[in-house]
């Protein structure tokens, strides 16, 4: 049950019971001792009447004085009617309407009926209650939804925040608890993106700073290759020097990414062309390809897609096994790019696109460094779209999805 109908619910649970209570103590303690008290009084009439008929009044003069109506009464009294002796006069009381009486004269049976309805009031106040029930329920409905307003906001705030948007914060505005509560997010927010920020330029700077120290080394390699060292031990470490220089390459482009450096330059591109382009700029190490590409407009930059396919097709290639054919299909505002390898197990889909990830039967063989599918991912978010993986069987199928303008 959603907040707004729990403190629906128990508004209305309060309401319920004080129309209760108010309809138990107006009934016992109010309206009722005061139809009797009027009853009474209605019967000590009812006697007087008696009296004057028994003196010889003019009946229908009597009857218009008191604005009554008396007519006599042939016959006994009904046997279920009660009789009453009030002010020495015997009355019959019926068990329905109070409204009318019988009073026994020397000249026979009278009724007496008064156009008043005791019994009128005491059932329309249940009714009166329902309707105050009704009004109030609607008003505590309308003061639930008023009151759970700032926490649903609130919770909008954080999944806008835990979708990427850090800069996102709240209005400071209304009572006293409400503005701290969102002042409080605002600085929680500002700590977590400030952290974030520094963490992130820390990368970047790291990243940045290796590449000068790297490119010593190649240097110093090439001089020991002149002075006639051994070629083996000089091809690894030139091997070793190529997978960091990589991976310096990808946490700068990452951490640019991130920091938002580079701004998207979008333009009017074929996602068919950029991932021919990708193609013809990766080594897929002599792996047949393929191609099922139809036509798919987009506005994107073009730079950032060819980089994000370029490391699917990259991926792809390391668990394809040699002579099996990489696949590679677009489509309208999607472009998939699907493996033979041996796939992912189910469990560890969710974290292909995390940093330095390795699923447990892809570890041995994998020759990256973990950050390529989380470039693939950082790409499609700048682009508002999404990427996902599934298992093809046999292979891993990974698509992105772009917005379609």
Do not use: C
């Not at 909008?156 to 209005?171: F, K, N, P, Q, V």
């Not at 006293?176 to 977590?192: C, H, K, L, V, Y």
């Not at 000068?212 to 006639?228: K, N, S, V, Y």
């Amino acid at each position: 049950m959603s907040l707004t109908a729990r403190i629906a619910a128990a508004i209305l649970l309060l309401v319920a019971l004080t129309a209760t209570l108010s309809w138990l103590v107006a009934s016992r303690l109010v309206f009722r001792p005061l139809v009797d008290e009027v009853y009474t009084a209605y019967l000590h009439e009812v006697a007087f009447i008696g009296h004057r008929i028994e003196r010889g009044a003019d009946i229908p003069q009597l009857a218009e004085a008191l604005d009554l109506k008396v007519t006599p009464v042939r016959g006994p009294p009904p046997p279920h009617w009660r009789a009453e002796i009030v002010r020495g006069r015997r009355i019959f009381k019926p068990p329905g309407p109070r409204n009318v009486l019988l009073v026994e004269t020397r000249d026979g049976l009278f009724q007496v009926q008064r156009e008043l309805d005791l019994e009128r009031p005491g059932r329309r106040l249940p009714l009166a209650f329902l309707s105050v029930a009704v009004v109030v329920m609607l008003v505590a409905v309308w003061i639930a939804r008023r009151g759970v307003q700032p926490v649903r906001v609130a919770s909008d705030a954080m999944t806008r925040m835990a979708g990427g948007e850090l800069d996102h914060r709240l209005s400071v505005s209304g009572p006293p608890e409400i503005r701290n509560a969102a002042d409080a997010f605002n600085t929680m927010a500002d700590r977590i993106a400030g952290m974030l920020r520094s963490e992130k330029q820390l990368l970047a700077g790291i990243s940045h700073e290796l590449r000068t120290p790297l490119t010593r080394l190649r240097l110093e390699i090439e001089l020991l290759r002149d002075a006639g060292a051994d070629p083996a031990r000089l091809d690894r470490m030139e091997g070793d020097l190529e997978q960091l220089d990589d991976l310096v390459g990808e946490a700068l482009e990452l951490s640019r990414l991130q920091l938002g450096q580079r701004p998207l330059e979008r333009e009017d591109a074929d996602l068919a062309d950029l991932a021919r382009e990708a193609l013809e700029r990766t080594d897929l190490g002599g792996r047949p390809v393929t191609l099922a590409l139809a036509a798919a407009p987009a506005r994107v930059d073009r730079r950032l897609v060819r980089r994000a396919l370029r490391n699917l097709l990259a991926n792809a290639a390391k668990y394809t096994p040699p002579g099996t054919a990489i696949e590679v299909r677009s489509a309208p505002g999607t472009v998939e790019i699907r493996d033979h390898g041996p796939g992912v197990p189910d469990a560890d889909l969710a974290h292909l696109f995390e940093p330095f990830y390795r699923t447990a039967s892809g570890s041995n063989r994998a020759e990256g460094h973990g950050l390529g599918l989380m470039i693939v991912q950082q790409v499609m978010q700048l682009h508002g779209g999404r990427v996902a993986a599934a298992n093809a069987d046999p292979g891993l199928s990974v698509s992105l999805a772009f917005p379609v303008e």
